[in-house]
């Protein structure tokens, strides 16, 4: 049972770098969001897609894109990478319902040095 | 205005006794679902309880129950019992229905269980 899985866990990229943070989940899941956790503190929104060919932006999109091709595909691209992008990215996905929980990949720690 | 907040940045509680983690939230929307998670060192993050708005019993899952009082907006964490496995982060967190579904979460306690 994989639950949502997304790669790398760990990178390192220089100022100015692009890579994209991949995410997918097999429980076919409509609602998939990206989120942002810096040291000590809570999740920002940065995207969020409620299917398939559909993106809305969260609390923090500057500096990001995302696009959603197919339900269980949700990958994050960043642009022209900032220390400020420094942080622990996660990847969820939940059910339509209200009471449906949302599940979390185990993360991917990103330096921007 | 936050979504949810969260006023307790750290908490101790000693080893077997019980232990209440505040949060409350604002939200005008009627259909609305009340979460926590815990975070512990290695990162991930764990569901732990539910509460849906219309829901009149507060819900308990094993050692944690939520202490749900509408009208205050508030959705407290109670842990009973703590073990020191219980010693991590606390995310509370909203799902507002009719606006969005999105996720709203709170800055965090983090909990230290003493021996």
């Known amino acids: 049972n994989a639950g949502v899985t997304q790669t790398p866990k760990f990178r390192i990229l220089k100022i100015g770098q692009s890579m994209t943070l991949q995410c997918t989940q097999d429980?076919?899941?409509?609602?998939m969001y990206w989120y942002r956790q810096d040291p000590g503190m809570g999740l920002k929104l940065i995207y969020y897609s409620v299917g398939a060919g559909i993106t809305d932006k969260g609390e923090v999109p500057n500096g990001y894109n995302v696009s959603r091709s197919t339900t269980e595909d949700f990958p994050l691209r960043l642009e022209l990478a900032a220390p400020s992008q420094t942080s622990v990215y996660f990847c969820?996905?939940?059910?339509?319902?209200?009471?449906?929980?949302?599940?979390f990949g185990e993360g991917s720690w990103l330096t921007v040095v | 205005a936050q979504k949810i907040t969260q006023t307790q940045p750290g908490m101790f509680v000693q080893e077997k006794e019980a232990v209440t983690l505040d949060c409350t939230y604002d939200?005008?929307?009627?259909?609305?679902?009340l979460f926590w998670y815990k975070q512990p060192s290695s990162g991930e993050m764990i569901f732990l309880i539910y509460?849906?708005?219309?829901?009149?019993q507060n819900a308990t899952e094993g050692r944690y129950s939520l202490n749900f009082q509408k009208a205050r907006k508030s959705a407290n964490l109670v842990i009973s019992a703590s073990q020191l496995g219980d010693s991590a982060m606390y995310f509370c967190a909203m799902r507002e229905i009719n606006t969005g579904n999105q996720f709203y979460f709170g800055t965090g306690t983090s909990l230290t269980v003493i021996p």
């Open positions: 509460q849906g708005s219309y829901d009149e």
């Open positions: 969820a996905s939940s059910g339509n319902r209200g009471g449906n929980t949302i599940y």
């Open positions: 939200t005008s929307d009627q259909s609305y679902g």
């Open positions: 429980m076919n899941h409509n609602y």
